[in-house]
């Protein structure tokens, strides 16, 4: 089927989708069965090499966009020179508070994800699947049964364990997955070396996020030039859609060459909007005039300044306060730091007043010199990303809002919303489509 | 994420142990400040001496947290995870 007599942009079971195709969302999780029926069952592990996915150009779709191939190879290097069995990690636990990719995957094609795991396993000779949810997440109960469907098939599959964790922001971060497996607390912590080298009680580690090896699992049977088929260069990709859109929370797949504005105003899509919170509650904003011909891929974005990290693409009302919402993100992301790192526990909640000061029209005098003085006390100084997200945030505030920074600045009054949150930020648990 | 090929060791702070005692800063003047809040900024990854050396792993031994580390990888070529 050519892609370009189908939708470039597709939801559940829609037609163009290529991750989520199949059943519709009433439907409920695909069962085993007619996932194979669909997809046909994994090939051996022959077919799906190293090199074929680094050929792919495959990156990590939890945010980093690191490539995959070279996560692998540095598992696989760690396993020769240590001799230590390798592990492979789900990371389920999706924390960005807006997103909810992940959790669609995992709850409607558990299957696909657990395939994508399997392949992986199998490609490095690991005997064990951790699969890392939140334990209020409602995937944890459907992943159970799939778990139970896969054990009753006798699939040729490594062992499986399923683990559930906390649901806070920073819980969902790499080494803090890892840590909270060795039966730790789940905060992120500084390895000096990588998970991939020295992961779950020391084991080279490969830890992708669920989109990450529901990619693997397509690219295992169909090899790279169908995966790839017409869509983005870098493979099709899932983007949640919140803020002021027709349905706030819809997940939904880019399979085909598309632009932003053609996603905003598609279904579930917007018309206005002032500007755009790319990539989570820690993204960038962008100004609604370049949304028109920016083009819709993980690796075009981040050239262009706005990767789309957690997949999150947020429209905001033409009549909020683009800086008024930001010192409010950066407020709630202030409060949701691990609680280890100085620069983290001290800057972040002293930025937040600054650009609450802002907010308000009542700046310091010297609030722009304290503010690149905090800044660079703050930058690159975490044990995560954290702190560097939320820099990045505010540096992107004052490029995009920069009218209203301004005006601001000199105390004089907005005329624009700044009560009601438009984001949710939420504390309250999350469900499912 | 490779052993240095020069043969100099290099300093690695943990920051999520950090404290903010300060010690290092007495010890490794050269290669350690303090920011606003007391908490150790890495000035100069490589101890390129003995002497360097040496005061590194004082520092290292004498941080209440065990937040420093001495050894012979480096921190610079990126991130593998983030």
């Known amino acids: 089927m050519s892609v370009s007599s189908v939708p470039p942009i597709a939801g559940l079971g829609e037609p163009g989708a290529v991750l989520l195709a199949g059943p519709s969302a009433e439907a409920g999780p695909e069962a085993l069965r007619a996932h194979l029926e669909r997809l046909g069952s994994l090939p051996p592990v022959s077919e799906l090499t190293v090199e074929e996915i680094a050929a792919s150009g495959l990156r990590g779709r939890g945010g980093a966009d690191f490539p995959v191939a070279r996560k692998m190879q540095a598992v696989r290097d760690a396993v020769a020179r240590t001799g230590r069995p390798p592990v492979v990690v789900v990371n389920g636990s999706e924390s960005e508070p807006a997103s909810r990719k992940d959790e669609v995957l995992l709850a409607f094609r558990p299957h696909l994800v657990l395939d994508g795991a399997a392949a992986a396993a199998r490609l490095l000779g690991a005997d064990e699947v951790v699969v890392h949810v939140h334990s209020a997440s409602a995937a944890a109960q459907r992943l159970s049964a799939a778990l139970d469907e896969r054990a009753a098939a006798r699939l040729l599959d490594p062992g499986w364990r399923l683990s559930r964790g906390p649901g806070s922001y920073t819980s969902g971060e790499s080494t803090a997955v890892i840590q909270f497996l060795e039966g730790g607390p789940a905060r992120p912590r500084s390895n000096r070396l990588p998970v991939a080298v020295r992961g779950l009680h020391d084991a080279p580690t490969l830890l992708h996020n669920a989109e990450t090896f529901a990619q693997l699992a397509l690219l295992a049977r169909a090899g790279r030039a169908a995966w790839r088929r017409d869509g983005p260069p870098d493979g099709s990709f899932l983007v949640t859609l919140d803020g002021d859109v027709r349905e706030p929370g819809r997940v939904v797949e880019v399979a085909g060459t598309a632009t932003l504005g053609e996603l905003l105003n598609g279904p579930g899509g917007v018309s206005g909007g002032a500007a755009v919170l790319i990539g989570g509650f820690a993204g960038r904003w962008l100004d609604a005039r370049r949304v028109s011909d920016l083009p819709l891929g993980r690796t075009a974005m981040a050239e262009a300044g706005v990767p789309l990290g957690c997949g999150l693409v947020a429209v905001l009302p033409p009549d909020a306060c683009g800086v008024a919402q930001t010192a409010g993100l950066v407020r709630w992301l202030a409060g949701q730091s691990a609680g280890q790192c100085g620069p983290c526990v001290f800057g972040l909640p002293s930025l937040a007043e600054l650009i609450e000061r802002l907010a308000r029209g009542r700046p310091r005098r010297r609030d722009d010199v304290e503010l690149r003085r905090l800044s660079s006390s703050i930058v690159a100084r975490g044990a995560c990303r954290h702190p560097d997200g939320v820099l990045a945030l505010v540096a992107s505030m004052l490029e995009v809002f920069l009218v209203d920074v301004t005006r601001h600045a000199a105390g004089t009054p907005c005329r624009k919303v700044h009560a009601t949150p438009w984001l949710r930020l939420p504390d309250e648990v999350r469900g499912v489509a | ?82």
């Open chain 2, 1 to 82: 994420m490779s052993p240095r090929s020069d043969g100099h060791l290099t300093i690695h702070i943990d920051l999520a142990r950090c404290r903010g005692h300060g010690i290092c800063a007495l010890l490794l003047a050269d290669h350690v400040d303090l920011d606003d809040w007391g908490y150790a900024v890495l000035n100069e990854e490589s101890a390129d001496s003995r002497r360097a050396t040496r005061r590194a792993r004082r520092a290292s031994r004498a941080c209440p947290q065990g937040a420093i580390s001495v050894g012979p990888v480096s921190n610079e070529p990126g991130r593998l995870e983030a």
